[in-house]
């Protein structure tokens, strides 16, 4: 494999993400926006991968209230 195909491969896997664009993106979640910004408010980052907002998302669902 190339060094410039490497490169794309990294930067695809590092996408990162606003807070708008996750709360959009909600219904990839398989959530409503509002279990998004409520998951993201307990997180301290403006950008992050899906898979963080993933794993947030996650643990603001299975939360004890």
């Given at each position: 494999?190339?060094?410039?195909?490497?490169?794309?491969?990294?930067?695809?896997?590092?996408?990162?993400?606003?807070?708008?664009?996750?709360?959009?993106?909600?219904?990839?979640?398989?959530?409503?926006p509002?279990?998004?910004?409520?998951?993201?408010?307990?997180?301290?980052?403006?950008?992050?991968?899906?898979?963080?907002?993933?794993?947030?998302i996650?643990?603001?669902?299975?939360?004890?209230?």
């Amino acid at each position: 494999m190339s060094k410039k195909q490497q490169t794309k491969i990294e930067t695809k896997s590092r996408t990162v993400y606003s807070r708008s664009e996750l709360i959009a993106a909600a219904s990839s979640f398989g959530v409503k926006p509002e279990a998004v910004a409520g998951a993201l408010k307990m997180v301290d980052k403006d950008c992050m991968t899906k898979a963080e907002a993933k794993d947030a998302i996650k643990k603001f669902l299975e939360r004890k209230v």
